[in-house]
């Protein structure tokens, strides 16, 4: 059935190493982002992509990269460059025309071991 | 610009008592406003969105929201809390003048139902 799949759902990284979260969708939708969950700040925007291989930064980049190659695909790649990844990852799509709502993937849980 | 904001980061109720979830937004445009659940280690759900049809819109496990655009308001409630209730519920604003993506999110409220 249709929706946005998330992998995996528990990541561990060591310090210095680089990190790659997938997300793929299936509704065919344009728009996909990525945002950054932390308790008690609510959801900050890390990248979006409206079309393939388009992409740009949102709030908080800086230490993130992204790749558009496919409609389906919008994996995120947490570098060492990002001194504090310990948080929950989301995923959303949407319709890129009109204001539809979000969809979102089930996060994956980031944690620096 | 726009803006969302969830008036209460905490609100505990009695299961079977109503529940009043508060979100007022800023828009310099005519928004859609929706608002989300979000169960621990989840993703966000979707309960209901107002996208310039109806004020009074129903969602899902027995919530609704009232759109009153004199208030710049759209709380969320439900007539009788359950204890599935419980959960992160954020209201989020979409139109040409959000953000990057359009979408903005309030900071979330935290539901408590006390048995």
């Known amino acids: 059935d249709g929706g946005i799949t998330q992998s995996p759902k528990y990541l561990f990284r060591k310090e210095g190493q680089n990190v790659t979260l997938s997300c793929e969708q299936n509704?065919?939708?344009?728009?996909m982002y990525w945002y950054r969950q932390d308790p008690g700040q609510g959801l900050r925007l890390i990248y979006y992509s409206q079309i393939v291989n388009d992409f740009q930064k949102g709030d908080i980049a800086e230490g993130y990269s992204v790749s558009r190659e496919k409609k389906e695909s919008f994996p995120l790649t947490v570098t060492s460059a990002q001194k504090n990844p310990t948080a929950f990852y989301l995923c959303?799509?949407?319709?890129?025309?009109?204001?539809?709502?979000?969809?979102f993937g089930q996060g994956t849980r980031l944690t620096v071991v | 610009a726009q803006s969302v904001t969830q008036l209460d980061s905490h609100v505990s109720v009695s299961e079977g008592t109503p529940v009043l979830l508060r979100c007022n937004y800023s828009s310099s445009y005519s928004p859609s406003l929706f608002w989300y659940v979000q169960h621990p280690n989840k993703g966000l759900q979707l309960l209901l969105k107002?996208?310039?049809?109806?004020?009074l819109v129903k969602g899902i496990n027995g919530f609704e929201a009232e759109f009153k655009k004199s208030e710049t308001s759209f709380h969320l409630t439900k007539p009788s809390a359950h204890m599935s209730d419980a959960a992160e519920y954020f209201c989020v604003v979409r139109s040409s003048g959000g953000g990057a993506d359009g979408l903005t999110f309030g900071k979330g409220t935290h539901l408590i139902i006390q048995p």
């Open positions: 509704l065919n939708h344009d728009a």
């Open positions: 959303a799509s949407s319709n890129s025309q009109g204001y539809t709502e979000a969809f």
């Open positions: 107002y996208t310039s049809a109806a004020t």
